[in-house]
């Protein structure tokens, strides 16, 4: 496969002005004109018009009139050249598609008998040859044809200017978007759709129309995402000033999508999962979803349409700022300071549960990467999360007020343009007056720094000196690394609990919690004026995706459980403490040990537990044991059995000891009235479930029953759903009739609702039960399908990703179910069947008895014909 490298950037030697495309809309034919203005870019050499294409049918081009012959152009490679060409070109290009046969979803493709099209990155090229990169922008006016009946919705983006019949019952539409935008914010929907609409008045006064469109059963599971769209509009005023700039904003929901959701410039396509929800389908964790993709999208209006990027090196300028941005968005909206601590445990969790390995293994990149061989695969955690935290850096150094003049000035010299991921840093450096040239490391260099903590107390002097030093670890082609510049938010805690003031030697008072910059390999701060030896709360609210080496003894992370004012840091020591456990537990567990956990570990649970002046959500948190893979990410070599055994042995002698308070937790926070999903009840409902988790790891069949109970008398999904997963992940379902009827039960009460039907599947291929005869048994079930990525993920990478007992089963048969299923998924949409390579990521750091089968699958993947996205991953993987 051909690399493709960041430093080849060249620009393109012809803009485009504008675009007409006609759509004849078929499913098994569809016929696409593309009539385009193209102009001589000075800042080019040279004279070629390049278009790019794949999968087309070409009928003709014409070239200011004159249609061209096969040797006045070449095609080579999905290129079509032609060469030296006049300044001012009209072109028409005349292109048949195949929907129907469309099975990548990228393009444009069918769901449902509907139309829909995918075009980031590179999906355009699928639709009409043309110079399909995203620092070519143009306005475009659509024009879209189709049978009357069968497809009464015809949409597409920016303003609707124009409607009307035609012969053989077909009718027409026609789009017009002012805004220039390149050619991966496209979009075209057309088919029968019904939608929920609302006028909505921005804050300049203006009106404007905004719509949810879905199918016609889905009406009644709209209301939240409209609500969080104006949700969304609001806060992108109030927060960065930033208003909608279209008179109509729509959004698209359908079940046959590859991603979670896309920006296409005021007609946002999303996969049903983020859209639809009342109670009766949705979590309370879909809930939250929906807002936060909605926000997310709807932000990219700005970060990513208004300014977008220049090349795909630099997706994270989009796509790392826009998840900061709605990362913030859904804080602000829990209207709470513990609200917004939750959030951020969340998402470091997600940080360090999916980025941090894959900063570690053999798919490491730089935030920025530096070379790709197929750009899809690079639509990663680094890039999407580790980006949000190096946005969320500028932040930390400058505040709220200085990220925001920061934006301010972004958005003042970029607006209409397609930037770099340093145009950005540069408005943050100038916005600030600082000079960030350190801070580029961040884009530059792969792999998580760990950051090293010792402190020194002198008493006489009363002064603590902390020495901090940084080392990053090597990285696929990256052998050195230079030092980071690293925001340390850190404070001190005294021996009654509270916050000691903090001054720097030859410094003034900074308050009780203040940034270290760490920029040096080492350097050291000296606090002055600390009146007793105190407790270190380090990399509060966790202020750099950093690894922290602090060994700290239980008494101090206990204190910090107790005290710390950072409820980041409350929640980290307890994980700390946990995460230390079951570390020696699963070398007990290896070494044949007897397994014991100490008393005053389960206490300090237990003092959370029952401390009712937390909220319920943060309570659910702290006791949330750390994941099979944070522990394996501590481990040397992963054992995953003994992982497993090490977790559930900790669950239930935490079930065992804290029996009475679970069931006060269970009892207590039943949420009154009907079903609202707020934070205050979503934590309540989460602590609950959680205390019904633990107790049913004791294996009493009075537990059971009661779960039984929350199952039937349940009038939310959330509640409905957490008791039947309890249910079949303790295994009381294999011992209880009446548990296991519930299964079915559920199936055929959710037969016709699609997102229901996936959890079903999940549920069951996440089981510590589930071996491979179960898995093997439901792929054969008549509602499973490979087609649909939301069905293939559910039940597969289920499995695969998410149940780390029987995934890695001794004899192999989990790693040759994986390698089966990718071949066969990679014939049909190689974007999904990618992900489902990168399973696979961590298999030289397995015990050597896994090793051997896991190479022997990956081995027996490559020797298929793959397409490019899964080719990259496994030869990574085996390098
Ligand atoms: N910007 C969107 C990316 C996306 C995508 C990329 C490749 C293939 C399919 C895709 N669907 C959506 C998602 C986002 O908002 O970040
Ligand atoms: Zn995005």
């Not at 939310?716 to 249910?727: F, H």
């Amino acid at each position: 496969s051909i690399t493709i490298y960041r430093q080849d950037y060249t620009v393109p030697p012809f803009l485009v002005d504008h675009i007409d495309l006609t759509f004849d809309l078929g499913p098994s034919v569809t016929q696409v004109k593309a009539t385009t203005r193209l102009r001589h870019n000075p800042e080019s050499e040279s004279h070629d018009i390049v278009l790019y294409g794949e999968a087309l049918e070409l009928v003709k081009i014409v070239m200011n009139g004159k249609t061209l012959a096969k040797s006045d152009y070449a095609t080579d490679n999905g290129e079509l050249r032609i060469a030296n060409v006049p300044d001012d070109v009209t072109l028409v290009v005349d292109t048949l598609i195949h929907p129907d046969q469309n099975t990548s979803l990228m393009g444009l493709y069918l769901s449902n008998g509907n139309f829909f099209t995918q075009c980031e990155a590179e999906g355009f090229r699928k639709i009409t040859w043309y110079p399909d990169r995203p620092d070519v922008m143009a306005t475009y006016t659509v024009t879209i044809r189709a049978d009357k009946e069968k497809y009464p919705v015809l949409l597409s983006n920016g303003n609707l200017v124009e409607t009307g019949d035609l012969p053989n019952n077909r009718h027409y539409a026609v789009w017009d978007d002012p805004f220039r935008k390149p050619s991966y914010l496209f979009a075209l929907v057309a088919g029968n759709l019904v939608c929920r609409e609302e006028t909505f008045k921005l804050a300049d006064g203006r009106d404007v129309l905004l719509q949810v469109w879905v199918e016609k059963n889905n009406l009644d599971k709209t209301a939240h995402a409209m609500e969080s769209l104006k949700h969304s509009i609001r806060w992108d005023e109030s927060r960065f000033g930033l208003e909608l700039d279209l008179d109509r904003f729509m959004i698209v929901a359908v079940s046959d999508f590859n991603m979670g959701a896309m920006e296409n410039k005021g007609l946002n396509i999303f996969n049903t999962r983020y859209i639809l929800a009342n109670p009766r389908v949705a979590t309370d964790t879909d809930y939250a979803n929906i807002e936060s993709v909605v926000g997310h999208e709807y932000f990219h209006n700005w970060t990513g349409d208004r300014v977008t990027c220049r090349d795909w090196f630099q997706l994270s300028l989009k796509e790392g700022l826009t998840v900061f941005r709605d990362q913030e968005f859904s804080a602000d909206l829990t209207g709470s300071d513990s609200g917004r601590a939750v959030k951020r445990i969340e998402d470091v969790r997600t940080l360090r549960q999916l980025q941090f390995p894959e900063d570690a293994g053999p798919m490491a990149h730089p935030v920025r990467p530096d070379a790709y061989q197929e750009i899809n695969n690079f639509y990663t955690v680094t890039v999407y999360e580790k980006g949000a935290e190096v946005v969320r850096m500028y932040q930390t150094l400058f505040g709220r007020d200085g990220f925001r003049k920061g934006m301010d000035l972004y958005f003042s010299r970029h607006d209409g343009n397609a930037v770099t991921c340093n145009d950005f840093l540069a408005a943050m450096a100038d916005a600030n007056g600082r000079d960030l040239s350190q801070f580029e490391r961040w884009y530059s260099q792969a792999g998580t720094p760990r950051v090293r903590l010792e402190s020194h107390y002198d008493e006489k002097e009363r002064t603590l000196t902390v020495s901090l030093s940084q080392f990053c670890p090597p990285t696929p082609g990256q052998t050195e690394k230079q030092p980071f510049l690293i925001p340390f938010a850190i404070g001190l805690l005294d021996s009654k609990g509270n916050d000691m003031p903090l001054r720097l030697k030859g410094g003034k008072d900074s308050g009780t919690s203040c940034i270290l910059e760490l920029s040096d390999a080492s350097q050291t701060f000296t606090f002055v004026d600390v009146a007793e030896k105190p407790v270190i709360s380090a990399l509060r609210n966790f202020s750099a995706p950093v690894i922290l080496e602090y060994e700290q003894s239980d008494d101090e992370l206990l204190h910090l459980l107790s005290h710390d004012s950072d409820h980041f840091n409350r929640w980290e020591a307890g994980q700390r403490l946990a995460a230390r456990r079951l570390v020696s537990l699963t070398k007990a567990v290896q070494d044949g040990q007897p397994l014991t956990l100490d008393t005053a570990f389960a206490d300090a649970f237990r003092t959370v537990l029952s401390d009712t002046s937390l909220d319920a959500a943060l309570r659910e948190l702290a006791l949330t044991l750390p994941s099979e893979m944070m522990v394996a990410e501590r481990l040397d070599e992963i054992d995953p059995h003994a992982i497993h055994q090490a977790r559930q042995f900790m669950r239930r002698t935490l079930a065992e000891k804290l029996e009475k308070e679970w069931r006060d937790a269970w009892d207590r926070n039943r949420t009154e009235g009907t079903y609202r999903p707020v934070p205050s009840d979503a934590g309540k409902r989460a602590l609950k479930n959680l205390a019904l988790s633990y107790l049913l790891a004791l294996d009493n069949p009075v537990y059971c029953q009661m779960a039984i109970e929350q199952y039937n008398r349940a009038d939310n999904m959330t509640d409905r759903l957490a008791a039947l997963t309890s249910l079949v992940h303790s295994g009381c379902m294999n011992r209880h009739p009446e548990a296991k009827a519930l299964l079915d039960d559920f199936y055929r009460e959710f037969e016709n609702e699609a997102l229901v039907i996936d959890k079903w599947f999940s549920l069951q291929a996440t089981s510590p039960h589930a071996g491979i005869e179960t898995i093997t048994t439901l792929m054969e079930h008549p509602a499973f399908t490979l087609k649909n990525p939301n069905r293939a993920r559910s039940l597969i990478f289920g499995f695969c990703h998410n149940n780390m007992a029987q995934f890695h089963a001794a004899d192999g048969s989990g790693y040759e179910f994986w390698s089966k299923n990718l071949i066969e998924l990679d014939r049909i949409n190689p974007q999904v069947a990618a992900r489902l390579a990168r399973c696979m990521d961590q298999w030289k750091r397995y015990i050597p008895s896994l090793r051997k089968p896991a190479e022997q699958a990956l081995r027996h993947v490559s020797e298929q014909p793959l397409s490019r996205d899964t080719r990259e991953i496994i030869e990574k993987t085996l390098s």
